[in-house]
Nanobody, 119 residues
Framework: QVQLVESGGVVVQAGGSLRLSCSAS????????MVWYRQAPGKQRELVAT???????TYAESVKGRFAVSRVNAANTVYLQMNSLKPEDTAVYYC?????????????WGQGTQVTVSS
């Protein structure tokens, strides 16, 4: 199993920047993708950004050009740099990993970190 701990969530003003971190422990050798999700009040959880083992990244349209995901494999850590923050970015941000198991994979989740963007 993989254990994930997020950090970095705070209250920030619109237009500001913030960096979230997620540290993984446990069965880290099985990790394939590291992913950031977010869930705003009353809304479904949505995928924000993904980074693969090889460093390939994908982003939600709503954050392209503003957010950047990076990964330091040696430190088992994934980051989410968030710039030009908007009030609609307010959400609980969750770290997720997809790890290989047999012919498939399994998901692991962190506890979430609250990001609040004030207008």
């Amino acid at each position: 199993q993989v254990q994930l701990v997020e950090s970095g969530g705070v209250v920030v003003q619109a237009g500001g920047s913030l960096r979230l971190s997620c540290s993984a422990s446990g069965s880290i050798d099985s990790i394939i993708d590291m992913v950031w999700y977010r869930q705003a009040p009353g809304k479904q959880r949505e995928l924000v950004a993904t980074i693969s083992n090889g460093g390939s990244t994908t982003y939600a349209e709503s954050v392209k050009g503003r957010f950047a995901v990076s990964r330091v494999n040696a430190a088992n850590t994934v980051y989410l740099q968030m710039n030009s923050l908007k009030p609609e970015d307010t959400a609980v941000y969750y770290c997720n990993t997809k790890s290989a198991r047999g012919l498939g994979y399994y998901d692991s989740w962190g506890q979430g970190t609250q990001v609040t963007v004030s207008s």
